[in-house]
């Protein structure tokens, strides 16, 4: 069973959910989630003999929000995850993450490698800093209209998904998912200017079979105190790049692992392709070529549970 508890952890309070025994998998979930996520991973992974511990990240769900938007820089969610396994009495961990639990996983193996033993990214490829701050890239590029801007607007986005926040997830999450886009064409997420970005998303009538109410309900509590904590970890965007000028051109060392899905819209993101497909010469360290799963949208490990599942236990036991 899947047990939760509070730990301090990086002068805040995490809440985490754990099950199983031996080797330490953390699971860093995305935006708009929480550690319900990996709900189709506890099972399999402490089955197979593994300790599974899925925190609800800072500003997420029941762990703290703190009110200072750098508060939520890539340098202090990184130091949550060290914090965690220290706190948990491990010296070394696998680190898993998806959509914005990626680059946390990813940049704990860059910045360190000597407490992963292997990090699995899911949706967000592993991170090579690019030469200008990505928040004005994509200013530049989209006129301010691609959505990493629209949530870098101090309460407007927060406002806006704080309205109906069942529905907001609910558009969420089927709008991103494969199961909206049976042609298999993915569109960059630009919001036209004057408008939110909720009211072109189309709203299901029935859930797709991998997303249920339950799921939506979980989801849901998760949120009622807001989303400006979440929104604020685009707000570092910017802050992030400048923070991590001392890796540039650094390589994730540790053992790596990286999937994604076809019709996710992240992996077609402008220069994202082209570095998928350079992965396996820039990273040496990378286990197996790119996973793509064929139909999967954004949410990789909620619609394709059992591909994804068997990749990471394959990947674990690789380098246990």
């Known amino acids: ?69 750098d508060a939520y820089t890539i340098l202090h969610l990184v130091g949550d995850v060290v914090g965690l396994i220290q706190a948990l009495g491990e ?7 998806h959509d914005w639990g990626a680059p946390v996983a990813w940049h704990t193996a860059l910045l360190r490698p000597d407490i992963v033993r292997g990090v699995a990214g899911l949706s967000v490829p592993p991170p090579f800093r690019g030469t200008q701050p990505p928040l004005a890239a994509m200013e530049k590029r989209f006129d301010g209209r691609f959505y990493w801007n629209y949530f870098n607007r101090p309460g407007v986005a927060d406002a806006e998904f704080a309205r109906d926040v069942r529905t ?37 009538e029935v859930l797709p079979e991998w997303f249920t109410e339950e799921d939506l309900d979980a989801l849901t509590e998760s ?43 992240v992996p077609a993101f402008p220069g994202t392709p082209e570095l998928i497909a350079k992965l396996p010469h820039l990273m040496p360290n990378l286990w197996r070529d790119p996973i793509e799963l ?14 994804v599942n068997t990749a990471l236990l394959e990947f674990l036991k690789a380098h246990s």
């Open 168 to 204: 907001t997830l609910r558009k969420f999450f089927y709008a991103a998912s494969g199961s909206a886009r049976p042609d298999g064409k993915v569109v960059q997420p630009l919001i036209e200017h004057g408008h939110g970005w909720l009211e072109k998303l189309p709203d299901p």
């Open 1 to 69: 069973m899947v047990e939760h508890r509070m730990i301090d952890v990086n002068g805040i309070r995490l809440h985490i959910a754990e099950q199983g025994s031996g080797p330490l998998v953390v699971l860093l979930h995305g935006f708009p989630e929480s550690w319900h996520s990996w709900h189709h991973q506890f099972g399999p992974l402490a089955d197979a003999g593994y300790r599974v511990v899925a925190p609800d990240q800072r500003g997420y769900g029941r762990s703290d929000h703190p009110d200072e938007v």
């Open 223 to 265: 949120f009622s105190g807001g989303f400006t904590g979440a929104l604020n970890w685009y707000r570092n965007l910017d802050r992030n790049w400048e923070l991590t000028a001392a890796w540039q051109n650094a390589t994730v060392t540790p053992p790596a692992l990286y999937m994604y899905g076809d019709r996710d819209l």
């Open 91 to 97: 010296d070394k961990a696998f680190v898993v993450g």
């Open 294 to 307: 064929a139909g999967c949208g954004h949410w990789t490990q909620q619609e394709r549970p059992n591909e």
